[in-house]
């Protein structure tokens, strides 16, 4: 017996390797111990060929095969495969970074069974026998009666008291561990708890329904509040009764726990299994065993969960789905948006798409009749909020913020009802200048000022993490007229306490929310009316759902109004909308008030009609005009060096090795990346861009061999395959 497999390993090099294996539990999908030069690695058998390139006597042997059975099927190779073909990244490196990390480590083994079920002795056991206060082993007792196979699982998910109890069991002979059960039974359709379905909803339901069992792309379109969340509730409930497994995708894990226990609320029959990235290694091997198994029946998570192996896939839904941090920005850049559409068409299923400012790639496919439109008209309870601009030609903001906000704020308060300022931009102020001579707080390793942080009187880069004192005088002329310029949350914060001494005011941004812990704490003052006034950024755009906030004052859009990224418009937009949709949930409609040099402006205009359709297909035809994305596909080759001129000559190289391939593609002059240094490297990238989607993967499948050759070079570099930062 002398059989061949070919295995995915994590190296940077794009090819597989092949080894002698005789063990029979060697299957594809199975993961195996090998020898690499001197080293032992773990990878995943993709294939298992009948003859190799490598010569009989340099063939070296499998150590171990470390699964008995295959952690991953044909179908969830497939994705990968096409995920290493379109993002042109090595498949060993895609394969072992979409495998949870306790599983790509040698020392793992399996410590805990798939389930656990009561010893002769256990099931004798009397409820008091057990210590009175040992609550954990009574509930722990009761599990078991009611299920005689218990999951590991469930014990995980019941909480560590109920984990410490467990092994007093072992350690009493009451359980045993034994095999996981099979796959679970279909669960029912929702229990009463679900509201009466609007029309809008219901078709949506009904269109998502009469998708299942083939692929469909649909986009279900409807501002904050409309009710997406329940259309997927019911979607997914019908799926589930039909026996899918559903994969529900999410932009950020500070989301995950709100729509989670929504979930668990909605399906208590039905195992859960929510992945993202705060969960211990251990956590989410097990979870995403769960779902692999065919046990846990919907998996919600972030990003990385797109590439979840789930037996009985039936129904994918994206929610928030133009949301950026589906794109992984780093290594291999993929985005989980676009990947969960070609799984959908892959296995068959159909794919839900939210949002109430989908991505214009997305909307491009709605209006071209690709994806399935489900529009949602209407919000459910609270009317639209009203949207107007506050001039600030006509009026000065003062610390940024304008008469008019502070009056709109003012009344509010004598309501006891809340409001909120969103400014885009932490700490005291952006910048530190000198009166005297025009210094800048810049930072010395990056092209970025250095943020004044006048709380602990610091200059830190947001970007480098650089962190110094607040200097007493200018170190160009040693004058001591240092003005901080422009604003940050912390002097907004300021200015509100000095018109508003009395109120409770609350400053929400990545500082006040670091501790652990502190931003759900936050979420309940907010919620218990602790608060009067909120003020804070990006955290406080994303769905939460705040029952008083009335009122929502944007203090420096027009910062993002003007920017040489063809995207910034669409950002704006969206994060506007996400906004505004803060203002007026529950049955109070709600205010927003623009701050803005340029009232006029067709984006604003837009999104005072709320009418996304409108402002897309203006943004359409520009980007259509201009040729940019959707209707061209670009990818970014990134470099970056000690020096400039390295990284660039590394993008020249790369600029003549494409000439010759001779593909129809655009290939652009290599320049400085939009910011030059970061961290002390100096960065540079060529665009490569073609309206043909076909043309562009085959000229990068046949690039990256030749970048690869100038490996040797002192620039590090990427290829960014539909890049969204420039
Ligand atoms: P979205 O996800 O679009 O922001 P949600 O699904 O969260 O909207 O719905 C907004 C609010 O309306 C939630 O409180 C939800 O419980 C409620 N809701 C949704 N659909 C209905 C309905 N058909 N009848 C009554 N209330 C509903
Ligand atoms: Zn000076
Ligand atoms: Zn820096």
């Known amino acids: 017996m002398n059989r061949l497999i070919r295995v995915a390993l994590d190296v940077p090099v794009p090819r597989l390797f092949d080894y002698r294996c005789d063990d029979v539990a060697a299957v594809i999908g199975a993961r195996v111990l090998v020898p690499f030069g001197r080293q032992r690695l773990i990878g995943l058998i993709v294939a298992q060929p009948e003859t190799s390139d490598v010569p009989e006597n340099k063939l070296r042997h499998t150590l171990s095969v470390l699964d008995r059975e295959a952690l991953l099927q044909q179908a969830d190779l497939k994705l990968l495969e096409f995920a290493s073909d379109y993002y042109v990244h090595p498949l060993g490196a895609v394969v072992m970074a979409t495998l949870p990390a306790a599983l790509r480590r040698i020392s793992i083994r399996s410590k805990s069974p798939g389930a656990w079920t009561l010893t002769e002795e256990g099931k004798a056991l009397r409820e008091d026998a057990l210590p009175p206060r040992a609550r954990a082993q009574r509930r722990l007792l009761g599990l078991l009666r009611e299920q005689a196979v218990l999951p590991h699982t469930a014990i995980t998910a019941a909480g560590t008291a109920t984990g410490q109890a467990l092994k007093v069991f072992i350690a009493e002979g009451w359980v045993t561990a034994t095999e996981a059960p099979p796959g679970e039974v279909p669960v029912a359709p929702p229990p009463g708890i679900a509201p009466q379905l609007t029309p809008d909803q219901a078709s949506a339901v009904e269109a998502i329904t009469a998708a299942l069992g083939r692929y469909q792309s649909l986009l279900l379109l409807g501002i904050t509040g409309s009710g997406k969340t329940e259309v997927y509730l019911h979607a997914m409930a019908i799926a589930l009764s039909r026996g899918h497994q559903v994969l529900l995708l999410v932009p950020e894990i500070a989301l995950t726990p709100q729509l989670e226990s929504l979930v668990i609320a909605r399906f208590p029959e039905v195992m859960v299994s929510t992945l993202h990235s705060g969960l211990a290694d251990g956590e989410r091997a097990e979870r995403w065993q769960a779902a692999r198994s065919g046990q846990a029946r919907i998996v919600l998570g972030t990003r990385l969960s797109v590439f979840t192996p789930l037996p009985d896939l039936g129904l994918i839904i994206v929610d928030e789905e133009h949301d950026s941090s589906f794109k992984q920005g780093e290594g291999f850049r993929y985005s989980a948006r676009d990947l969960a559409v070609v799984r959908a068409s892959q296995a068959n299923v159909p794919i839900v798409l939210g949002s109430a400012t989908p991505a214009l790639e997305t909307y491009r496919n709605a209006l071209d009749g690709r994806y399935q439109l489900l529009p949602l008209k209407n919000r459910i309870q609270a009317a639209l909020p009203a949207i107007h601009c506050v001039d600030l030609r006509q009026q000065k903001a003062e610390d940024g913020l304008s008469p008019t906000l502070i009056g709109a704020i003012r009344e509010r308060i004598a309501r006891h009802e809340q409001s909120m300022v969103f400014i885009n931009r932490r700490g005291y102020a952006p910048v530190l200048i000198c009166g005297s001579c025009g210094w800048m707080s810049d930072c010395e390793r990056c092209s970025a000022k250095l943020v004044l942080h006048l709380r602990d009187r610091r200059l830190r880069c947001h970007h480098c993490g650089h962190d110094s004192a607040v200097p007493t005088a200018c170190p160009d002329c040693g004058d001591a007229d240092l003005a901080p310029v422009g604003q ?103 205010m927003v008030l623009v701050q803005t040099q340029f009232p006029d402006h067709p984006l604003y205009a837009a999104l005072r009609d709320q009418d996304f359709d409108a402002f897309a297909r203006s943004q359409l035809t520009e980007r259509q005009q201009a040729g940019f994305p959707p209707y061209v596909h670009q990818a970014l080759l990134r470099a970056e060096a000690r020096d400039l001129k390295t990284a660039l000559g590394f993008l020249e190289q790369a600029a003549r090795s494409a000439e010759g391939l001779n593909s129809g593609v655009a290939v652009f002059d290599p320049v400085p990346a939009n910011m030059m240094r970061r961290a002390g490297r100096e960065r540079a990238q060529l665009l490569v861009q073609t309206p043909s989607r076909g043309a562009l993967r085959s000229f990068l499948n046949a690039w990256r061999p030749l970048l690869a050759e100038g490996e040797s070079t002192p620039a590090r570099w990427s290829l960014d395959v539909d890049p969204l930062d420039f």
Do not use: C
């Open 488 to 590: 940050g949350t912390q002097r907004v914060e300021e200015a509100l306490i000095r018109h508003f001494p009395q109120a409770r005011i609350l400053r929400i941004d990545r500082d006040t929310t670091r501790p652990k812990d502190a931003w759900p704490a936050m979420r309940e003052r907010i919620r218990e009316r602790d608060v009067d006034i909120l003020v804070g950024t990006q955290i406080l755009a994303k769905g939460h759902d705040f029952p008083h906030l009335n009122l929502v004052g944007v203090v420096n859009a027009d910062s993002m109004l003007y920017s040489n990224d063809f995207r910034a418009s669409e950002r704006l937009y969206a994060l506007l909308t996400q906004v505004a949709g803060r203002a007026g949930r529950g049955n109070l409609p709600g």
